[in-house]
């Protein structure tokens, strides 16, 4: 490092440290090669798939552990603020095929009709019962119908924060670009 601090030994700027150096080292659809921190983009990569089943895994542990479809939902949605930090919103919108208000509209529903399903039978609303299936690897499985509650819930907070990363995640973006700052 030179005496400013700002070079390295080679004369490189500070600022051309994690730059891709190489064309291969570009994604497909990503931002200009300018505007990439290498470092981060290639932890998201690791860390967004592996978030995203530590949250399903939340999901389905909730009724008998701490866990449930309120936190995995949340843990789910930080996979995808990780992601939006990362590479933007195109590169949310890349790992999300489906538009937030359908994931959360579906979420609603299946919450809703969980929730209302028992009066069907005469229980009362939210009332749990307990299904078992015999499944020809796994032998015996028990499951609790509160887990399509938990499903909906869990739909529901991710839908909630890809619509806020959608809406205010592309304001902030315009705003960066009409001052000059980026993209």
């Known amino acids: 490092m030179t005496a400013t601090g700002t070079e390295r030994d080679d004369g490189t700027p500070f600022e051309e440290w994690d730059r891709p150096r190489q064309p291969w080292q570009l994604s497909g659809a990503c931002r200009g090669a300018r505007e990439r921190r290498v470092l981060l983009e290639m932890t998201t990569r690791a860390l967004f798939p592996t978030v995203l089943v530590f ?38 919108s890349t790992a999300v095929r489906v538009r937030p208000p359908v994931v959360l509209g579906t979420g609603l529903t299946i919450a809703l009709v969980t929730a209302l399903a028992p009066l069907v039978v005469g229980a009362p609303v939210l009332s749990t019962a307990k299904l078992a299936a015999h499944l020809p690897l796994l032998g015996e499985v028990e499951l609790q119908t509160s887990v399509f509650l938990d499903v909906g819930v869990y739909l529901l907070i ?16 315009r705003d960066m670009r009409d001052a000059g700052e980026r993209r």
């Open 55 to 92: 949250s399903l895994y939340l999901l389905l542990v909730g009724h008998y552990a701490p866990g449930g479809g309120f936190s995995a939902g949340l843990v789910a949605g930080l996979a995808f603020v990780l992601r939006f930090i990362a590479g933007g919103s195109t590169d949310v």
């Open 158 to 173: 991710i839908g909630a924060v890809l619509d806020l990363l959608r809406s205010l995640g592309a304001g902030i973006e």
